[in-house]
């Protein structure tokens, strides 16, 4: 997979040489080019920003230095060979980043990202680009940041561990929470390791049963507990179908009931229904 990023703060993204995504690069997996925005300035203050139109705070990125970025940045992936290139454009005001957008991601060839400062990027830029190639314009939560730079570390990160070959153990990503499948939609229970005790705290019996039927079953229990304390949210949105006898069991012990089309909702306490 190859990324480019467009930045005004190129040493924001050197944390993409360490670790996994630094791994990944060294082991061909990823081609990362990060770009200075300001190299597509001609005047002599390097300016990237200009005030808003109708008024108001802050200033607005402009659209002649990423229009020439952009145009550059791609001509010069075709000319490498990367085909298939995708726009990512972090901004509190996208679709919230999931693991399903993750897997999506992934499965793109070539990503390009515009982190912003200011106030964002001229929305023209984002409209001129959508009619050349896809454009994801993505949120990282319900917060806003300075600037997008920390957003693509985060898309980075969680897409290049979906890459073939970059996480040791390709297994490693099927429990994770929101991992497609049998957990779908779960956040992942509590995890140990050796000691076996620790300050007086055990592990859960269970574990060392080297029983693996209990074992899944356990964790299923503590995946379920998990999700309906801390994102009752996904519970609702669980298809009741893909509930067994004991998930049920579980729930209703934590005060879920299901309503009549089938899906399950917390019970208010107090509240007559
Ligand atoms: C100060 S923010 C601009 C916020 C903008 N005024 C708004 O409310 O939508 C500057 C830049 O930081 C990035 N950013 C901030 N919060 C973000 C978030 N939650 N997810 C992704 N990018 C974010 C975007 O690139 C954004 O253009």
């Known amino acids: 997979m190859r990324l480019d990023v ?16 630094g791994k ?3 082991r061909g997996r990823l081609d990362v080019h990060i770009h200075d925005l300001r190299e597509w ?17 802050g200033m607005v990125m402009k659209t002649e230095p990423w229009g020439d970025a952009l145009d550059q940045v791609l001509a010069d992936g075709y000319e490498a060979g990367a085909h298939g290139p995708a726009l990512v454009v972090p901004t509190p005001s996208g679709r919230p980043f999931t693991q399903a957008l993750a897997v999506e991601l ?55 561990r979906l890459l073939p070959g970059v996480l040791g153990n390709a297994e490693s990503h099927r429990d994770d929470s929101f991992a497609p499948g049998a957990m779908a939609n779960l956040l992942e229970g509590p995890v140990y390791t050796k000691p076996p005790e620790w300050r007086g705290r055990e592990i859960p019996d269970v574990l060392l049963s080297g029983h693996h039927g209990k074992i899944a079953r356990w964790r299923r229990d503590e995946a379920f507990r ?36 089938g899906r399950f909702w917390r019970r208010v306490e107090g509240v007559e229904e």
């Open 24 to 26: 990944a690069r060294a």
């Open 41 to 57: 300035t001609y005047d002599r203050h390097n300016t990237v920003d200009d005030t808003p139109y109708g008024g108001g705070p």
């Open 226 to 261: 998990r999700t309906a304390a801390n994102r009752p949210d996904l519970i609702e949105r669980c298809d009741p179908a893909s509930f067994d006898k004991k998930d049920r069991e579980t729930l209703s012990i934590l005060g879920w009931a299901p309503e009549p089309g």
């Open 106 to 160: 992934s499965e793109r060839p070539w990503l390009v990202f515009t982190p912003a400062r200011y106030e964002g990027i001229d929305r023209r830029v984002i409209d001129e680009y959508a009619t050349r190639l896809p454009v994801y314009e993505v949120s990282i939560g319900d917060y806003v940041l300075a600037g997008g730079e920390a957003a693509v570390l985060v898309v980075t990160e969680a897409v290049a």
């Open 6 to 21: 467009v930045t005004i703060f190129p040493e924001y993204l050197d944390p993409l040489n360490v670790s996994l995504v």
